[in-house]
């Protein structure tokens, strides 16, 4: 079984009385412990993707099943316990809550999830999620105290603290420099190895498909090649 299985999967937003067509007829497959670069120009679609992969939104037709489960056609509440229960994102903008610790943002999705730890536990389980991604010493810095690559690492964990199989990440190193985007890209790499977490890498940047071992390419809604290793 895969991980993930799309099928035919078209979107298009309606803006008023004006139809944009964006993906027009994805299918796509991928297993548990891949790490893939979704690459493409900018506007080619990649987000309304991700988006639709993440359960964030739902396609206009097509089908997906996500772990065996068929997604495409669950409402908003449903896409929303898939998303606390399997998938963790990273955003180009970090998205952390500012004037809240480092340690607060990791902890702060296990109030959404089912699994009812215990403030310590939680506590405990963002601390040593911290610690991975080396910012053990600065658990207690809030984001304005922190470089862009220490808030990205602090997206990371708080990412993973629900212990997500699949992970994406949208231009997550879009905001950084280039040393700073290569230890970035390398932690997505050491998660992906280490702890067989299933990594797609979202962007525009073909330098990122290196970091990957698969490759698909997105032009106007549509995949034109899927490559082993970096395909541009
Ligand atoms: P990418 O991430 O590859 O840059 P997007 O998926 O963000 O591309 O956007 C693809 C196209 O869809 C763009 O032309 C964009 O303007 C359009 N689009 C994205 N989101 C919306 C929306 N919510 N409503 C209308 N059009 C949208
Ligand atoms: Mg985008």
Same mark, same amino acid.
């Given at each position: 079984m895969h991980l993930i299985e799309l099928q035919d999967i078209f979107k298009t937003y309606h803006l008023g009385e004006v139809d944009v067509p964006v993906l027009k007829g994805i299918t796509l497959n991928v297993d548990q412990g891949e790490l893939v670069a979704l690459m493409g120009a900018s506007g080619s679609g990649k987000s309304t993707l991700m988006n639709i992969l993440g359960c964030l939104d739902h396609p206009s037709s097509g089908k997906y099943w996500l772990d065996g489960e068929e997604?495409? %056609? =669950?409402s908003t509440d449903g896409r929303a316990l898939i998303r606390n229960r399997k998938i963790g994102f990273v955003f180009q903008g970090f998205n952390l809550l500012p004037r809240t610790s480092a340690l607060e943002n990791v902890v702060m999705p296990l109030n959404y999830s @089912?699994? $009812? =730890?215990t403030e310590r536990a939680g506590r405990q389980r963002a601390t040593e999620l911290l610690e991975r991604v080396g910012l053990g010493d600065r658990m207690h810095h809030e984001p304005s105290q922190l470089s862009g690559g220490q808030q990205q690492r602090v997206a990371i964990a708080r990412a993973l603290v629900n212990r997500p199989r699949l992970l994406f990440a949208d231009e997550?190193?879009? $905001? =950084? !420099?280039s040393k700073t985007s290569k230890e970035i890209l390398l932690m997505f790499q050491r998660l992906n190895q280490e702890e067989g977490l299933t990594v797609i890498l979202v962007t525009h !940047? %073909? @330098?990122? +498909?290196?970091? +990957?071992r698969r490759t698909v390419r997105i032009s106007d809604g549509l995949i034109v090649a899927d490559a082993a290793g970096d395909a541009s």
């Open positions: 997604v495409s %056609g =669950l @089912s699994e $009812n =730890l997550p190193t879009g $905001n =950084l !420099d !940047d %073909g @330098s990122i +498909a290196q970091y +990957a």
